[in-house]
Every structure is written in C-alpha cells, then in structure tokens.
C-alpha cells in the first residue's frame, strides 16, 4: 500500500498556511494530525500572547473533532528527557556484540502475549516503547557492517491497522529527539518493512522542511554491494517515487541527485517518464549527458552504461507485460514505449514548428540510443521513424533545419532503409527534396538550404571521401562520432549509382564552388554586443534552471544558445536546482541607508554588517539595485583601508559572488575599475577581454586581502575564457586569403599560441603574488597567515587552469618560475603530479638552470608522491648529475652542486636504494671542491670576503656554499637512515 499525499497538501505544510490547511480534506486532515497537533498543542510556529491566537483557535476547534487527538495529547506529554536517556541505553546495549544479531531490548520485556496484542492494549510510553525497541534494532542492524540486512518481518510494522498510530509516534517522538534518532537514520531504517512506502511519505510529510535531505540520504545509502533487483532496491525505488508524487517540484532535484551520484538507474528512468516536465526535456537531457562525457574524454555516464547494458538483455516489444518488472531489459522496454508513443504522436501532428522541434529532439535521442547504446530497430518502430522522415506536409521556418536532420538521419541509420518499401520511400523524399529546394530556399532563405548538403553528401560518397560523410552527418545531428565508415556501403551505393550519377554532379559541382565563395564573404551571424546590456543572460539562466519544469521547452535551447556564444556565463550556473542560498523576508536597506553605513564603516561597522548580512541572504535580482553602492562606494574602502574588520570584507565577497550571478558583465566592469583606479583609467568589458592581464595591474592590496582576491580571480576566470571565445570568432570572422588553399590549421595555431601566452603569463604574476614581500619576512605572524590563505587561494585557482589544460601546467614548467615556489606547488596544487609526464623532456633541455629547476621539481614531487615507478626518473636525474658533473666549467659547477645536492639528498631519503649512488655524487663534488681549495690554498670566509680581486673572492664563497651544501646533505642522509641507527647501538653496545 502507497501512500497518496497531495502535492497540494504538501504544499501547503511546506508553507503551513493555516487557511488553506483547514480547507483540506478529513483523509488529508488525517495524514497532517502528528506535526498539527504538535504545532497547536505546543503552541509552536503560531502567534504568541496571553491568549491564544486566532490561529491556534481554528487549528484546536477542527482538531477536537477527531478522537486521534486525545492519543497524541498523551504522547506529548511524555517525559522526553527520560526518552532521550532510555533511547542512549537501548543503543549502548545493541553495541555489544553478543546481542546484536538478537531481538531483546532495554526498552521492553515480557512480551508472551505478542508484540500486537502489547501494543493495542498499551499507554502511550509502552507504545513507544514498542516501536522503539524494533525501530533502533532495525537501525543497529543496517548499521553493522557485518552482514546484510534488507528486510524484516514485524507483525507490527507490517500491519496495516496500525500505520496511523505508528506514523503519530515516529513523528513525534523524532521531532522530540532529533539528535538521537535523526530522520535521515530513521527513513533509510523503514525500508526494512513492507509499508515503507506509506511510512516515509507520510513521516516526511509531517517534517517537510526535512525533504530534500531525506530524499538526498536515501539515494546516497544505495550501495553499489546491493543488489540492483533486490527488495531493498525496489522498496528503495518506491519510497522516493512515492516522494516524488508528493512533491513533483523535487524532479530535476532528484534527477540531478541521481546523475551525479551515478546510482538507482530504474527509479531515474522511471520518474523522467512519468514527470510531465522531464518527459519532455528527455531527449534534450540523455542527448546532452552523453555529449559531456564525450567533450570530455571521460567515461560514459552510470546511467547510459545502465541503459546499454539494457538493451543488450531487452526481449521485445510485444512482451510488454514483462516492462514493469525492476530489471534491465524492463527498463529497455520502458524506454522503448516512450519512443514509439512519441513517434505515433509525432506522425499524427500536423508538424507545426513546435512539433518539428520536438521531432528533431527525438530525432537526436533516437540516433543516440542506436549509435552510443545499441538500440535495434523493431518493426513498427523503423516505419513509423520512415513516415516521420520523409514526411512531406511540413512547411514553415523550421522545415529546413527538419529536413538537414532528416537526412543525417538516414546516413547514420541505413538500417532504417532496410526493406525495398522503406527504400523506396527515401528515394521518393530525395527526388521531392530535389524538385521543391527553389521553393523552400525562395520561402525560408538558403541558410540552412538542404540543397548543398545533398550535394556535398553526393561529393564525397562519389570521392570515397568516407569520413568528411561522418563529419557532415555528426554537424548536422550536433552528436560527436555520429558514423562509422564501415556502415556507409548501402548510402554510398544509393547515391552514387541511383541518386546523383556522374552527370549530376559535375553539373552540382561548379554551384558548389560558386556558393562557397558567397559563403566565405557572408559575415558570420554573432549576437549585438549591445544585447547583454539590454538583457541579464546570466538571470535568465538562474530562473530557468530553477524553474526546469516550467520552462522544459526553452530552456535546453537556452543552454545550447549559451554554450555556443557565452560559454563563460556556464560554470555560473547552479549545478542543481535548489543549490542556492537560502533567502531571506526580512526588508531590504534603502540605496540611502546603504550609503550611510559604508561612510560610517571605520567608526561603526555594525551596522554594515548587518546590512552586508541581509543582502548576502537575498535573491540575486534582489541585489542588482544596490550593485553600483557597493563597488563605486564600498570596495575603494575596502581597499583603501587595511584596519577594516575581516568580517566586512568576508561579508561583501559573498554578498558580490552571489550579485555575480545576476549580472557577470557589469559587476566585473565595474569591479575591474576600482581594481586599477590608480592608473585613471575608465576600461569596459571588451578591453578586459581583450586584455585579461590588465586586470593582474591591480592594487597590492588586493593580493594581500583574501576575499577581494577570490574575486579577482573570479573575474580572471571569466575573462579568460571570454577571450578564449573571443579569439575564436575573429578566426572565423576573418578567414584570411590562404583559408581558401588550407584548413587555417596555421591560424589555429597561432590562435592557441596567443591563448597559451596569455594564460601562462597570468599563472607567471600569480605565482610571484606567492612571493613574500620584504616586510612579510619581518613581520608578525598575522601576516604569515595571511600569507599563506593567500598562497592557498591562488594555488586552488591554479589547479582548476591545470587541470581544464594540462599543457598550460607543461609550459609553466619549460618556461620556469621562482625555485622558492616549488615546494608550495608541489604541495597545495593536486595535479602537479601531471609533470611526472614530463619530466625526462625537460631534463634534456640545454639550459643548465632549467636543468636545475628539474632536479629541484623532481626531489619535492618524490616527497609528496611516493611511488615506485618514480625511481626510474631520479635514476636518471642521478646519470644526468654525473654526466654534468664532469663537462661543466667551474663556476657552473659549484652553483650547479650546491642546488642539487640538497634535491639528491631528498630523492635518497625517499628511495634508499638510491642512496650509495648519491653518496657517490656527493663525493665527487666534494674532492672536486677540495681540489679548487688546494690550489688557491685554504681560504676562510673572511678572508674570502677580504680578497681585492672581486672574481676570486665570489669564487671562493661559491666553493664555500657548495662545500657546506654537500657537508648538510650527508649529515641528513646520515640522521635520516638506517646507518646512522646502527652506528649509535654500535657506539652505545661498546
């Protein structure tokens, strides 16, 4: 038995307005008495006074018509402290380990007369004390790791008759002793019972603000060790489908959940079919999960690993009684039948443009699911994909884009054409394509014109020109390695030899050369750089993706609108759908409030951070009035003044980050000039895109204020990626006289030359901002402090550029840095371990002090990565040291010993076996370092300072620094090792 919760009725208790709750239903009245009798008894969430609310009077006078009330009057007057220590006790006795597979409890005793016959005739604390008892050894056995346990028969839980009085108590009492019994523990407890179903609906329905945490456990806890089909999964699967039925508006939440944890793939698919929202946005949705992983290189998503897996084992369609059941090959079932009732739907619309738009959407979804997943056609399916195709009835703005799709299509699933009545069909389409392309281009332009890609299509299959085919098709369907080659035979055949002879296409051939010079002098379609002023993108994007079962339709074609020309406004975007701050009610400042607290900062902060606070809890939209107050007004200050509180500054980063969202243009503009206001000048987004580095000029105060350095690189983030966009448009908008002899691959180049440049020039001035300053070394330990949260943001930030480019993180390194750096990078960047990769090409370089830098690099990546493989690359740093330590010329020499000695010492300690080859080095440095101070004679420091001939005296000290670096090397090797332990037992046993 499920639970049947209103959506309206949770609704209203997520809210809890009292007048509509009192309109509700006996039966929804009923479901709502734990969590209202709570609230009027205790007088909780009500008006308070001396006497009672108008509120609480209406609530008492509908509750006293129920005879339920007088039970849950007498568990509210239980005496829960006592509770709390008798729960404590019941779980300190299920601790021990022999009665932890056994059913006895602290909580009850004598039970001869059975659990049931107890329970009816109880007082409210035995009742309790019941429910208690099975509860918390449910709880303790989940709880052990020891064995697994997906169910348990109770005659109480089980029973039908007593699910009210149990939903009264479980609600109740865990609103009581919250800390004891989390809610969270409790719900993933219930799925043990056959009415779970029933009992955490309703449990949540009494604690509704307890929703999304509940349901984020739930999916959390399903482990990959349990059983995809068992009865825990599929009561796991009800119980948040029931969930979901009561609150609808928790879809793309669960989706999302669901997505990124990569788990409950039957529940996912279930609820995305039957959402009226999410069923829409399906093919949008699966089509886009599998195009991320695939820009990404990454593995296939959990999810579409499950669907391929899927149609692997699916009977067919016509068993369609066996889709209900929790498996795989129901799954493919599922999905099959949604195909085909969108296909039936589609073929019997009358392909107004709203219709085409969805065919093309599942256009795309069905090619995927054949391609990627390995999904085959049935019967019924492939004519009704035919009549959709060849279809010719459509006439309107968005036949031509159908059309170009359509036959994509056809190239990508030749099987669709398997039948000589399907054949027939597409040859048909392709002579009416061929007869009305005047008439389409005449009505609708030659943008889109289906004309050409017929033609290319022609070209290329009579060139054998096999993958420029694939490239077309994949252009077309927006889908990556849309075509394998192999299974183009049966097209190629059709259009080379019935289609488009020899003779057609020389004739085609000279309209093709002439409309591709038209095409390379038509301007390339960009959006008004006026547009983002006029309109808030970036709030746009906030309200659709909060609001995705509103806004289904729009907002997938939003996205792809985004991504193609803003593709920085996207890390911006909220990655699930109730990840948002929390708002608050509490009144807004006025304009002129705000300016009186920020001119009254250094002698009254208090009332700034009150405001500060207000606005950080506020909606985005909300802020964008007050944006112009807090940058041109406030941030000077904060940067002009050290003294001011850290809470202030914390405060106004967080109130900016989430102001951010709204309006990323003009908030970084703004946030640009006050950065820079030193140099006078008035700069706009265009110059910061086409300059990011301009941005790094910035005041030092800014480097040495973490908050407003978050922000900075926050703006350096996006400008980066804007010019990156940026860059490329201009390739495309200039193509340059030799695009007509090459690909532009030489442009390309130069374009990721430029970008790299830019880029590593950044991280360059980020990382000497690491540096301490003069007055850092001397200072207190506040400022070290602040050092170093300095140090850790910036290396944060660095790791993001690393990973999002790795060959950025290689160039960095062949171009060279601060050796004092690199202990700091090595330890706070993560994928410094890429540089492993690398490592043996840079020691190749000639430049003795890259070579250095290497060795320095690679002794510090030892320590922090201590793996075996390592040792072949200090083997070699080892045969490089030797090698150099024979060729170079003195001065090299001593500098070169006196660096690396230290980084040899580091390997060594890391890989003893490596340490008699070191010693050896070590060694060889040294008598060579004798040998220079036998011959100039025995030199003290003094008296090296002290010589009038300036090269000898640098000389000297240099041999005196190589000769104490060796002197330091061996004594930590000697600290450090195994053979000092045993020379000290040696020393303490003579």
């Given at each position: 038995?499920?639970a049947t919760?209103?959506?309206?009725l949770?609704?209203?208790m997520q ?7 009192l309109?509700?239903s006996e039966e929804e009245?009923?479901?709502c ?14 008006s308070?006074g001396?006497s009672?609310s108008h509120?609480r009077e ?7 018509q129920y005879?339920q009330?007088g039970f849950?009057h007498d568990?509210l007057?239980l005496?829960?402290?006592?509770l709390?220590?008798?729960i ?12 932890s597979k056994?059913?006895?409890?602290t909580l009850i005793?004598?039970?001869?007369r059975g659990i049931?016959?107890e329970?009816e005739e109880?007082?409210a604390?035995?009742?309790?004390h019941l429910?208690?008892s ?9 709880q ?9 028969n109770?005659a109480?839980f089980?029973?039908?008759s007593?699910?009210n ?7 109740i009492v ?6 004891k ?5 409790l719900?993933?407890?219930?799925l043990?019972?056959e009415?779970?179903s029933?009992?955490v609906p309703?449990l949540?329905?009494?604690?509704a603000?307890e929703?999304?945490?509940?349901c984020?456990a739930l999916?959390r806890?399903?482990?990959?060790s349990e ?5 825990l999964?599929q009561r796991?699967?009800?119980?948040l ?11 793309c939440?669960?989706?999302?959940l ?9 529940f996912l ?7 009226v ?6 093919p ?8 991320e992983r695939?820009?990404q290189?990454?593995p296939?998503?959990?999810f579409?690993?499950?669907?391929k897996?899927?149609f692997?084992?699916s009977p ?7 889709s ?8 493919a ?10 296909l039936v739907a589609?073929n019997r619309?009358a ?11 599942q ?10 997943l390995?999904m085959k056609?049935?019967?019924?399916e ?8 060849t279809?010719q009835?459509h006439n309107?703005?968005f036949?031509l ?7 994509a299509f056809?190239?990508?699933?030749p ?14 389409w392709?002579?009416?394509l061929?007869?009305h392309?005047?008439?389409y281009e ?5 943008q889109?014109?289906?004309g050409?890609?017929l033609?290319?299509l022609?070209?290329h ?5 096999l993958?420029n085919?694939s490239q ?6 927006r889908v ?5 080659t192999s299974?183009l035979?049966k097209m190629?055949?059709l259009f ?7 003779p057609v296409?020389a004739?085609?051939?000279d309209?093709?050369l002439h409309?591709s010079k038209?095409?390379?002098s038509r301007p390339?379609?960009q959006y008004s750089?006026t547009l ?8 746009l994007l906030?309200?659709g993706h909060q609001r995705q079962s509103?806004?289904?339709d729009?907002?997938p074609r939003l996205?792809r609108?985004?991504?193609?020309y803003?593709?920085?406004l996207?890390?911006h975007?909220?990655t699930?759908?109730i ?7 509490s ?7 705000l300016r009186q ?6 002698t009254s ?7 500060l606070?207000?606005?950080r809890?506020s909606?985005?939209?909300?802020l ?6 807090l940058?041109?007004?406030l941030?000077p ?16 980063k ?7 969202v ?9 946030t640009?000039r006050?950065f820079v206001?030193q140099?006078g ?13 301009c941005l790094?000029r910035?005041?030092e105060?800014v ?14 983030s ?8 940026r860059?490329g ?7 340059g ?18 970008i790299?440049?830019?880029e590593s020039?950044a991280?360059?001035?980020?990382l000497?901002?690491c540096l ?5 070394r001397?200072?207190s330990?506040?400022?070290f402090?602040?050092?170093?949260e300095v140090q850790?943001i910036i ?7 690393f990973?999002e480019d790795p ?5 960095i ?6 050796p004092k750096?690199v ?5 706070s ?6 540089c492993?990769?690398?490592?043996p090409?840079?020691?190749r370089?000639?430049?003795l ?8 690099l690679l002794s510090h990546?030892?320590q922090q990565y201590?793996l075996p ?5 200090c083997k070699?740093?080892i045969d490089v ?5 024979d ?12 660096r690396?000695s230290?980084?040899?010492?580091r390997m060594?300690?890391?890989f ?6 070191v010693?050896t080095?070590?060694?060889q440095?040294?008598?060579i370092a004798?040998a220079h101070?036998?011959?100039s ?9 002290a010589y009038s001939d ?5 000389r ?9 670096a ?15 332990n045993?020379?000290k037992?040696d020393?303490?046993?003579?």
């Amino acid at each position: 038995m499920a639970a049947t919760v209103s959506p309206r009725l949770f609704k209203i208790m997520q809210t809890f307005n009292v007048e509509q709750f009192l309109q509700a239903s006996e039966e929804e009245f009923i479901a709502c008495l734990p969590a209202v009798s709570r609230i009027a008894l205790r007088n909780s969430h009500l008006s308070q006074g001396q006497s009672l609310s108008h509120e609480r009077e209406l609530l008492l006078s509908r509750l006293i018509q129920y005879p339920q009330v007088g039970f849950l009057h007498d568990l509210l007057s239980l005496d829960f402290s006592e509770l709390i220590n008798d729960i404590s006790k019941e779980k300190q006795f299920r601790m021990k380990s022999n009665v932890s597979k056994t059913e006895e409890s602290t909580l009850i005793s004598n039970l001869s007369r059975g659990i049931c016959v107890e329970f009816e005739e109880g007082n409210a604390l035995r009742k309790v004390h019941l429910v208690l008892s099975e509860m918390l050894f449910v709880v303790s056995k989940v709880q052990s790791s020891q064995s697994k346990f997906s169910s348990k028969n109770s005659a109480l839980f089980n029973n039908q008759s007593y699910l009210n009085q149990l939903v009264a108590i479980l609600s109740i009492v865990q609103a009581e002793v919250d800390d004891k019994l989390p809610l969270t523990e409790l719900c993933e407890a219930l799925l043990r019972f056959e009415t779970c179903s029933t009992l955490v609906p309703l449990l949540l329905l009494n604690k509704a603000h307890e929703f999304y945490p509940v349901c984020s456990a739930l999916v959390r806890a399903f482990e990959t060790s349990e059983e995809k089909y068992s009865i825990l999964c599929q009561r796991r699967c009800e119980v948040l489908l029931e969930c979901y039925r009561m609150n609808p508006e928790s879809a793309c939440f669960l989706r999302d959940l669901c997505i990124e944890e990569g788990k409950l793939h039957h529940f996912l698919l279930q609820m995305s079919l039957i959402d009226v929202g999410l069923r829409r946005n399906f093919p949008e949705f699966f089509v886009s999960l599998c195009e991320e992983r695939e820009k990404q290189n990454g593995p296939k998503s959990p999810f579409v690993l499950h669907l391929k897996n899927a149609f692997r084992r699916s009977p067919s369609v016509s068993s369609s009684q066996s889709s209900a059941l929790l498996s795989d090959g129901g799954d493919a079932l599922m999905l099959k039948e949604y195909l085909l009732e969108q296909l039936v739907a589609l073929n019997r619309s009358a392909l107004e443009p709203e219709d085409l738009v969805r065919a093309i959407a599942q256009l795309r979804l069905q090619f995927v699911l054949k391609n990627v997943l390995g999904m085959k056609f049935e019967d019924e399916e492939r004519s009704h994909v035919v009549r959709l195709l060849t279809n010719q009835k459509h006439n309107n703005a968005f036949s031509l884009t159908f059309i170009n799709v359509s036959l994509a299509f056809f190239i990508a699933c030749p099987l669709v054409v398997s039948d000589n009545t399907s054949e027939n069909a597409f040859k048909s389409w392709i002579h009416f394509l061929l007869d009305h392309r005047e008439v389409y281009e005449s009505a609708y332009g030659s943008q889109n014109a289906f004309g050409e890609v017929l033609l290319l299509l022609a070209l290329h299959f009579h060139n054998n020109q096999l993958s420029n085919v694939s490239q077309l098709v994949s252009d077309l369907l927006r889908v990556r390695g849309a075509v394998k080659t192999s299974s183009l035979a049966k097209m190629k055949s059709l259009f080379v030899q019935e289609l488009f002879p020899e003779p057609v296409i020389a004739e085609y051939e000279d309209t093709r050369l002439h409309d591709s010079k038209m095409a390379a002098s038509r301007p390339l379609l960009q959006y008004s750089g006026t547009l983002h002023e006029c309109i808030s993108i970036e709030l746009l994007l906030l309200k659709g993706h909060q609001r995705q079962s509103q806004y289904a339709d729009l907002y997938p074609r939003l996205m792809r609108l985004v991504c193609e020309y803003y593709p920085y406004l996207c890390p911006h975007i909220p990655t699930s759908s109730i990840s948002q701050l929390r708002v608050t009610s509490s009144p807004l400042p006025t304009k002129s409030e705000l300016r009186q607290a920020i001119d009254g900062l250094l002698t009254s902060p208090k009332l700034l951070i009150k405001m500060l606070q207000t606005l950080r809890r506020s909606e985005p939209e909300a802020l964008m009035p007050f944006a112009d107050e807090l940058i041109t007004r406030l941030l000077p200050l904060l940067i002009r003044e050290a003294q001011v509180d850290r809470i202030v500054v914390d405060l106004f980063k967080d109130t900016w980050m989430k102001l951010n969202v709204a309006m990323l243009r003009k908030l970084s503009v703004l946030t640009l000039r006050a950065f820079v206001s030193q140099y006078g000048l008035t700069l706009c987004w265009d110059d910061l895109v086409h300059d990011p580095l301009c941005l790094l000029r910035c005041q030092e105060r800014v480097y040495r204020c973490p908050p407003l350095l978050e922000i900075l690189l926050a703006i350096l983030s996006t400008a980066l990626s804007a010019s990156r966009v940026r860059l490329g448009y201009h390739l495309k908008q200039h193509p340059g006289r030799e695009a007509e002899n090459s690909n532009g691959q030489e442009r390309n180049e130069l374009k990721n030359t430029l970008i790299s440049s830019q880029e590593s020039a950044a991280v360059q001035l980020l990382l000497e901002a690491c540096l301490p300053r003069e007055n850092e070394r001397e200072e207190s330990q506040r400022c070290f402090g602040v050092l170093r949260e300095v140090q850790s943001i910036i290396c944060s930030f660095l790791h993001q550029l690393f990973i999002e480019d790795p060959n950025l993180l290689r160039l960095i390194h062949f171009q060279g840095y601060n050796p004092k750096l690199v202990p700091l990078t090595v330890a706070s960047i993560p994928s410094m371990h890429i540089c492993f990769d690398f490592i043996p090409e840079l020691m190749r370089q000639p430049h003795l002090e890259k070579i250095m830098f290497c060795v320095e690099l690679l002794s510090h990546l030892c320590q922090q990565y201590r793996l075996p493989v390592v040792i072949h690359l200090c083997k070699l740093t080892i045969d490089v040291t030797s090698t150099l330590l024979d060729v170079l010329i003195q001065d090299e020499l001593y500098e070169f010993a006196m660096r690396v000695s230290p980084a040899l010492g580091r390997m060594a300690q890391v890989f003893p076996p490596l340490i008699d080859s070191v010693i050896t080095l070590l060694v060889q440095c040294g008598r060579i370092a004798e040998a220079h101070v036998n011959l100039s004679g025995s030199i003290s420091t003094g008296e090296a300072i002290a010589y009038s001939d300036e090269p000898v005296a640098k000389r000297a000290k240099k041999v005196l620094s190589c000769v104490a670096a060796i002197q330091n090397t061996f004594k930590t090797l000697l600290e450090e090792t195994e053979i000092f332990n045993r020379f000290k037992c040696d020393q303490v046993t003579s």
